[in-house]
C-alpha cells in the first residue's frame, strides 16, 4: 500500500528495530499532541447542532392561535385517543412502512417502549404466556457488536445475554435458529435491522426472510426490530441507499404474524427526547400492549403528534428533511473514512465498516488493544465510547471493537479526534507487536 511515496509496511512483518524506530516517531507525536490539550468527544450518537437547527421550525407550527383538533375533532389539547392520532399513525406508518393500524404512538422515546415491552413481559407475561419473573431462566439473543443501551435493559432484567456473531449480511442465522427453535428460555433477540449500531449493517432479505420462518420453542419467543435509522442514509441516490425487507410482512407471510415487535422513533429526525416513538406489531400483540397501557397513561403527548404532523405534512417532506441531515452527516463519515484508508489501510492493525447510513462505524483493532487505544485516546483528550460497550456485560471477548461515533463534533474537532484516534492505534499495535 502506498502512502505517499513511502510504502506502507505491514506491522506484523516489521523487524524489531523497524518496530523500535516506529514506536519512538509515534511516542514523540503522542507526547505533541497531549500538549494541545484536546476536548474532543466521539462517544454518542448525537445530532450535531446544525441538525438540530433543521427541525426549529417544529416549534413554530403551533402556539396560541393554533386550530388544535386532529382530523377526527379530537381536541389535542385534552386527554383521550391512547393509541395515537390517525395522522401521526399515519405518518409514522409510512416512515417504518406498516399498516397505520398496526401501530401505537407512545411518548417520546423508543428504547422507553422496548424497557416498558420486557418489563411488562417480566411482570405481566406475554399474550396470556407466563410471566418471566416466575421462570428459572429467561435468555435474549445479542447481536455483537451491537447497542449498548438494548444490553443494558436486558441485563436490568437479569435475563441471559448471548453473543451472536454479526455479518455483513446480518446476525449469525444458523446460530439463531439453532438457539430459537431448540431453547425454550430464549425469548427475545436484538435486532438493529438497518444501518445497525455500531456496523451500519442492513439485514439481507435472506436474512429477513430466515427470521421471519422461524419456529421458535418458545411460544412467546419476540424479535425487537429497533428500525432506529430507517430512512437515515447518507447518500440521496438510490443505488447508494440500502433497502430491507418489511419484517411484519414476511412473518405474516411465513404464518408468524406474532413474532414481531418493531420499534421506530423520530429522535434522530427531529429533536432527540422531544421526537414521536412508536411500536407496530400484530393486532394480538397491540391488544395485550394496550391493556396495560390503559394501566399506565391516559394517553400521551398529542399536541407533539399534531406538531409532527404539521411540521412534515408527508413522508416525501420527510425524506427531504432526512437529506439535509445526511448533507451534514456525510462529509463527517467520508472524512473519518478516508483517514483510516490513508493512514491505516495496508498496516494489518485494524479493519472499519463503510456504513451507508446510520450514526456509526465499527472499528476492529487487533486482538486486545482496544481498551488500551480508548485509554490513549482519553489521555490525548479524545473521548470515544468505552471499549466493551458494544457486547453484552461490556465484555468484548476479542477487546478489539470501537464504536466511532462522527455525528456530533464539527468537521474541524472530527479530523483532529481521528488523528488522534489513529495515532492511538498505532502505538498500542506498535506496543502489542513489541510485546509478543
Ligand atoms: N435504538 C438504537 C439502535 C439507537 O442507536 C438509539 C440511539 O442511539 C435508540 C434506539 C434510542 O432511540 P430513542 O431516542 O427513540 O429512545
Not at 22 to 51: C, T, V, W, Y
Not at 98 to 117: A, C, K, Q, R
Not at 341 to 362: C, D, M, N, Q
Amino acid at each position: 500500500m502506498l502512502k505517499g511515496d513511502i510504502i506502507m509496511k505491514k506491522y506484523a512483518e516489521m523487524t524489531r528495530e523497524e518496530l523500535l524506530t516506529e514506536q519512538a516517531e509515534l511516542g514523540k507525536k503522542f507526547e505533541e499532541i497531549k500538549k494541545m490539550g484536546l476536548k474532543l468527544d466521539m462517544s454518542r450518537g448525537k445530532p450535531a447542532h446544525n441538525q438540530l437547527e433543521l427541525s426549529n421550525e417544529l416549534m413554530d407550527v403551533l402556539n396560541s392561535d393554533s386550530y388544535f383538533m386532529d382530523e377526527t375533532g379530537t381536541d389535542c389539547r385534552n386527554y383521550g385517543i391512547l393509541s395515537g392520532i390517525p395522522e401521526a399513525k399515519r405518518l409514522m406508518g409510512a416512515m417504518s412502512e406498516v399498516n397505520p393500524d398496526d401501530m401505537i404512538i407512545y411518548g417520546n422515546s423508543s428504547l422507553n417502549i422496548m424497557f416498558d415491552t420486557v418489563s411488562r413481559s417480566f411482570t405481566h407475561g406475554v399474550c396470556g404466556n407466563t410471566p418471566w419473573c416466575r421462570l428459572d431462566k429467561v435468555k435474549f439473543l445479542c447481536p455483537v457488536p451491537g447497542y449498548d443501551r438494548h444490553f443494558r435493559i436486558t441485563e436490568y432484567f437479569g435475563i441471559e445475554m448471548i453473543n451472536i456473531p454479526m455479518t455483513p449480511e446480518g446476525p449469525d442465522m444458523d446460530l439463531v435458529e439453532h438457539y430459537v427453535s431448540t431453547d425454550p428460555a430464549v425469548k427475545g433477540i436484538w435486532c438493529v435491522p438497518k444501518y445497525s449500531n455500531p456496523q451500519g449493517y442492513s439485514y439481507s432479505d435472506e436474512t429477513v426472510r430466515r427470521f421471519a420462518a422461524l419456529h421458535p420453542a418458545a411460544p412467546d419467543f419476540r424479535i425487537y426490530w429497533d428500525n432506529a435509522y430507517s430512512i437515515h442514509h447518507l447518500y440521496d441516490d438510490p443505488e447508494k441507499q440500502d433497502v430491507i425487507l418489511e419484517i411484519l410482512e414476511e412473518c405474516r407471510k411465513a404464518g408468524n404474524p406474532d413474532m414481531v415487535f418493531k420499534f421506530i422513533s423520530t429522535s434522530k429526525v427531529t429533536f432527540p427526547g422531544s421526537g414521536l416513538a412508536a411500536i407496530a406489531s400484530s393486532q394480538a400483540n397491540l391488544k395485550d400492549t394496550q391493556k396495560h397501557m390503559t394501566v399506565q397513561t391516559i394517553g400521551f403527548d398529542k399536541l407533539n403528534q399534531l406538531r409532527h404532523v404539521r411540521f412534515f405534512g408527508n413522508m416525501a417532506n420527510m425524506h427531504a428533511h432526512m437529506s439535509k441531515h445526511a448533507e451534514i452527516l456525510r462529509p463527517k463519515f467520508e472524512m473519518i473514512l478516508d483517514t483510516l484508508k490513508a493512514e491505516l489501510g495496508g498496516l494489518g492493525i485494524a479493519e472499519w465498516t463503510e456504513p451507508r447510513g446510520g450514526y456509526f462505524i465499527s472499528f476492529e483493532s487487533l486482538e486486545g488493544c482496544a481498551k488500551a487505544i480508548v485509554a490513549k485516546c482519553a489521555e490525548a483528550g479524545v473521548k470515544l465510547t468505552p471499549a466493551g460497550a458494544t457486547y453484552p456485560y461490556g465484555k468484548d471477548p476479542h477487546d478489539s471493537n470501537i464504536r466511532i461515533a462522527p455525528s456530533y463534533p464539527k468537521l474541524k474537532e472530527l479530523e483532529k479526534a481521528t488523528a488522534v484516534l489513529v495515532l492511538c492505534t498505532k502505538l498500542v499495535s506498535v506496543e502489542k507487536y513489541l510485546s509478543i
